[in-house]
């Protein structure tokens, strides 16, 4: 079924009518993001601050131009690699607004999840007016228990009806506690302007069942972990949304590309040899992948309090594994 032919309530349409108006007559141009074009890989790029503590957009100018290079299908600007809880609201803003001026033709994606169904409102349409693409919401999190099907169903569609720009639903149970309930998501992917899935738990049951309850609209589920980038290529995801990509841009390119093509023999060689590596870096957070980012020549910078730096012990196993499968192997560490 296309989403183009569902019945719409005249509440909903009458606010996809207001939410076209404004996309249509915003000054800022945009790439019009589908689920057909939610492919490929999406490296979610850490916030770089400097030792004050600040958006170290020289950092930032520094990075983007490097990975530009690769052929990844965009951006994720503030998910959880990016430190989003710890910004300010006008941070986040700006970070959005000096990314899109980087990042050439490339989608971005912007977290512009709150806790209150209004503030998610907000904070997607003032990142649509500064340049994103589409933006990534996570659930609430912080009443847990009050967080029914009724409760996450409600929250995404008033955010779907009211976002300038396609949403897609993210879900990270490692950080909110929660699962989104799969009939949440189900609902939600006959929503028009709802596109996508990033499935950050890592539960390939999970995701291979949401890829076939969605496969007949318009909806594309991406998994969260290099890890299962094959696996979940197998059954029906279209990409990754991966923190490894941040370190490792062309064979996490490569690897989805082997799936593409059905290469399944190099593909579970590649697959085997980012495992350790990307179990770490998922342990050690986002200050194993500053710290890694700094290793291999990038701008990794600090994180910011209260998060701490990752202890040179860690960092040196941390190095370890990316060498002894084959990565990074002409650096000391």
């Not at 971005?108 to 709150?114: D, K, P, T, Y």
């Not at 049951?205 to 007949?216: A, D, K, V």
């Not at 890694?292 to 012990?313: M, S």
Request: aromatic fraction near 8%; hydrophobic fraction near 35%; glycine fraction near 8%.
């Amino acid at each position: 079924m296309n989403k183009g032919s569902l019945i719409l309530s005249s509440r909903v349409a009458g606010s996809l009518c207001n939410t076209l108006s404004r996309y249509m007559s915003s000054g800022h141009l945009h790439t019009r993001v589908t689920s057909q074009r939610l492919r490929g890989i999406f490296p979610p790029i850490p916030t770089p601050f400097d030792d004050k503590g600040k958006i170290s957009y020289a950092g930032l100018s520094e990075n983007i131009p490097i990975w530009n290079q690769y052929p990844t299908t965009g951006y994720l600007v503030q998910g959880s690699n990016g430190e989003y809880p710890l910004l300010e609201a006008e941070e986040r803003i700006d970070l959005v607004r000096q990314t899109k001026l980087l990042c050439g033709d490339k989608i971005l994606m912007a977290g512009s999840g709150c806790e209150s169904t209004q503030a998610t409102i907000n904070m997607s349409n003032r990142m649509s007016d500064v340049g994103a693409d589409c933006v990534l919401v996570v659930n609430p999190y912080y009443y847990k228990s009050q967080m029914t099907s009724s409760a996450m169903i409600k929250h995404f569609e008033a955010v779907a009806n009211h976002s300038v720009i396609p949403i897609i639903l993210y879900n990270m149970p490692g950080n909110t506690g929660l699962n989104i309930p799969i009939d949440v998501v189900v609902h939600m992917s006959r929503h028009p302007n709802c596109i996508g899935l990033k499935d950050s738990g890592s539960d390939i049951t999970r995701i291979s069942r949401l890829c076939n309850m969605t496969s007949h609209v318009d909806f594309s589920v991406m998994c969260g972990s290099a890890a299962i980038l094959q696996a979940g290529y197998t059954t029906g995801c279209t990409g990754a949304i991966s923190a490894l990509a941040n370190l490792l841009p062309q064979e996490i390119c490569q690897l989805y590309n082997y799936c593409e093509k059905g290469d399944w023999v190099n593909a579970t060689e590649l697959q085997k040899r980012l495992l350790e590596p990307n179990t770490f870096l998922a342990h050690y957070g986002v200050a194993g992948l500053k710290g890694t980012l700094d290793w291999i020549g990038f701008y990794g910078g600090p994180v910011r309090p209260p998060l701490e730096p990752l202890a040179p012990a860690d960092l040196a196993v941390l190095r370890q594994k990316f060498v002894s499968n084959g990565f990074f192997v002409n650096r000391d560490y």
